[in-house]
């Protein structure tokens, strides 16, 4: 039906920067808000920061001002610039989308996840 496509993690020195892309495929009718969560070891998943269709975001505090969420609707693409990075931002990282599916309706969607890990 749908999936997301998530690439762009990897291993990173604390202080650089990494790039994240989530391409949605399948038969989407249209893609509401998009997010990206991150899971650390032993840890829940919780949202990192969220952007809706007409381009609003949010952020949770402790990313504010270094990483920086957009999307291309007609690509249905959603990016996380992550730049400053440190340690504690070392987690697997997942695309979700609140998608229409045509002939199906709404559903809530997942990536498999891309793993960042940030070295001191």
């Known amino acids: 039906q749908v999936q997301l496509v998530e690439s762009g993690g990897g291993l990173v020195q604390a202080g650089g920067s990494l790039r994240l892309s989530c391409a949605a495929s399948?038969?989407?009718?249209?893609?509401?808000?998009m997010g990206w969560y991150r899971q650390a070891p032993g840890k829940q998943r919780d949202l990192v920061a969220a952007?809706?269709?007409?381009?609003?975001?949010n952020y949770t505090d402790s990313v504010k001002g270094r990483f920086t969420i957009s999307r291309d609707n007609a690509k249905n693409t959603m990016y996380l610039q992550m730049n400053s990075l440190k340690p504690e931002d070392t987690a697997v990282y997942y695309c979700?989308?609140?998608?229409?599916?045509?002939?199906?309706?709404?559903?809530?969607?997942w990536g498999q996840g891309t793993l960042v890990t940030v070295s001191t």
């Open positions: 979700n989308a609140d998608a229409t599916i045509r002939g199906v309706g709404r559903r809530q969607v």
């Open positions: 399948g038969i989407i009718a249209s893609i509401n808000a």
């Open positions: 952007i809706t269709s007409g381009g609003s975001t």
